[in-house]
């Protein structure tokens, strides 16, 4: 039998208590959580040393100020936050494709477009971060870390420069492709 297991009296366990216990202790492979020996899971002052993002009682924000106050703290644990981590691993969620020979003479204004609704979406929602942006002259490829932020970087695109859009998701799938065409 399992240590650990809360039980109303001395009985044995049922499987289905056993089998709770077990899946309430399962390790995900691809998020190995060493935080539970350490104690670190645990609400409290997480801050992330790439991103400046704070987390308190366990919510993650954005703020730059409260940053430079609590970064000497002692009580203050230096993580990595949601958002770095799947940059990190290469955990993306969404790809947004954009072609369109407009991007070749327009490029400043559609780079700015793209960084600029990332700030929008990370003001709201810290994980939502953009991995990476490709530049193929005519096209580009550009990586999230949200479906739902690649969503929205295809929609300003049709609605600041025209064209078509297509969204493609796939059900059960945390996954987007988001293709935006516009001819000439």
Wanted: aromatic share 10%; hydrophobic share 35%; proline share 7%.
């Amino acid at each position: 039998m399992p240590e650990g297991i809360p039980l109303p009296g001395k009985e044995k366990p049922t499987e289905r208590q056993v089998r709770r216990w077990q899946l309430g202790r399962a390790e995900d492979w691809f998020f190995p959580r060493k935080d539970y020996e350490k104690g670190l899971d645990k609400p409290g002052l997480r801050i992330c040393p790439r991103c400046h993002a704070i987390s308190e009682e366990k919510r993650w924000y954005f703020d730059e100020v409260r940053y430079e106050q609590l970064k000497s703290r002692p009580d203050a644990h230096f993580d990595l936050c949601p958002g770095c981590l799947r940059i990190e691993r290469q955990m993306y969620s969404g790809e947004v494709r954009l072609r369109s020979p407009l991007l070749q003479t327009q490029k400043e204004q559609a780079l700015h477009l793209i960084y600029h609704t990332e700030n929008e979406a990370k003001a709201s929602n810290p994980i939502a971060r953009l991995a990476s942006v490709e530049d193929h002259g005519i096209e580009m490829r550009v990586l999230t870390t949200t479906r739902w932020l690649a969503v929205r970087i295809g929609k300003e695109f049709e609605k600041a420069f025209g064209g078509d859009l297509e969204v493609q998701s796939l059900p059960r799938e945390k996954f987007a492709r988001v293709f935006w065409v516009r001819e000439a």
